[in-house]
């Protein structure tokens, strides 16, 4: 076990506003069976994030409570049985989503086998803007849309987190990638691989499309589905509904839905080769130190952060 008996986390004390967010000093963890307990340098910030800070995310079990999911970072002790991993092995990963990681903190335990290698060429920084968003586009992509090389595949909101990951993923699978960004992003996304860019209405600029990915829920599902081709799918990241598979087979096109879960096998073996190769590029536009966790989230409720935002946590 580390020698540090306490460590510095981001926590919030109750539901609020960015500002809930304080840094105070808690004790540092310890592994269980099967867990190592990571040594955090940098902890990526997702919507799902600031969501749950304000009380409309996923459940925290008591406060205060440390929010954040992904991570990169060294191993820093071992629990029993955990074999995977040795002390200073560099890891990353989104471990136990929808259950609290902790990831916004100088320490963080979690499972061995949701976490996977950190590739040296990497950084922990990029690491840490991977997992969630590189997880959610490839499985609303591949696991629920069956991209294919040849199709047409539309990411609304291409310049963001999960959207320029998606744009990426689909165009490196042989698919004619079609986003939609504001005209301050619309080089970025080409530069990212998509083959046009709408900066003004979709539903009437664009058509026939296989597989379209839905980042926004509630209205913007329903206003997808005009510009599916029959039998394609519209593939929503927001959850479902009792009218989407109604709305979907009376538009003639399919409804799926991505609740993205932890997965070492496929970050390790799929994400890791793309990212080594160049073929995935995470961007990151803004690096936070711990204790400006509130000033991150603040941002990133904006809705304007090309690619992730990340905390340096070291």
């Known amino acids: 076990m580390t020698e540090q008996a306490t460590m510095r986390a981001a926590v919030i004390e109750g539901f609020g506003p960015a500002d809930t967010l304080r840094t105070r000093d808690l004790p540092v963890p310890v592994p269980g069976r099967g867990e190592v307990l990571v040594r955090v340098h940098a902890a990526g910030i997702n919507a799902i994030d600031w969501a749950t800070r ?6 925290v079990p008591g406060f205060p409570a440390v929010l954040g999911w992904d ?7 071992t629990g029993p049985g955990a074999g995977r991993f040795a002390v200073g092995d560099a890891v990353f990963g989104m471990p136990r989503f929808p259950g609290p990681a902790g990831a916004y903190a100088q320490y963080a335990v979690a499972p ?3 976490l996977t290698r950190t590739p040296p060429e990497l950084g922990h920084t990029a690491a840490a803007a991977v997992p969630m968003v590189a997880l959610t586009a490839w499985q609303t992509l591949f696991e629920h849309g069956g991209v294919r090389a040849g199709q047409r595949v539309l990411v609304p909101g291409a310049a963001g987190g999960v959207g320029h990951v998606a744009v ?3 165009a490196d699978a042989g698919a004619e990638v079609i986003g939609t960004a504001s005209a301050r992003n619309r080089e970025f996304v080409r530069g990212l691989g998509a083959a046009d860019v709408i900066s003004h209405d979709m539903v009437r600029e664009v058509k026939d499309v296989d597989v379209a ?4 829920g509630g209205a913007e599902f329903f206003r997808l589905l005009d510009v599916v081709r029959p039998g394609g799918i ?11 598979r109604q709305a979907a087979e009376q538009h003639g096109v399919r409804a799926g839905f991505t609740y993205v879960r932890p ?3 496929l970050l390790g073996d799929r994400i890791v080769p793309l990212l080594t190769a160049g073929r995935l590029r995470p961007s990151v536009e803004r690096v936070f130190r711990l204790d400006e966790a509130a000033e991150a989230h603040a941002l990133g409720e904006q809705g304007h952060v090309r690619g992730r935002l990340v905390l340096d946590t070291a």
């Open 71 to 77: 991570l990169s970072g060294t191993v820093a002790a």
């Open 234 to 244: 519209v593939v929503t990241l927001k959850g479902e509904g009792p009218e989407h």
């Open 213 to 216: 990915v839905d980042p926004v």
């Open 168 to 170: 990426q993923l689909a």
């Open 54 to 59: 304000a009380g409309h995310g996923v459940g």
């Open 263 to 265: 997965d070492a096998t």
């Open 112 to 114: 061995e086998d949701e």
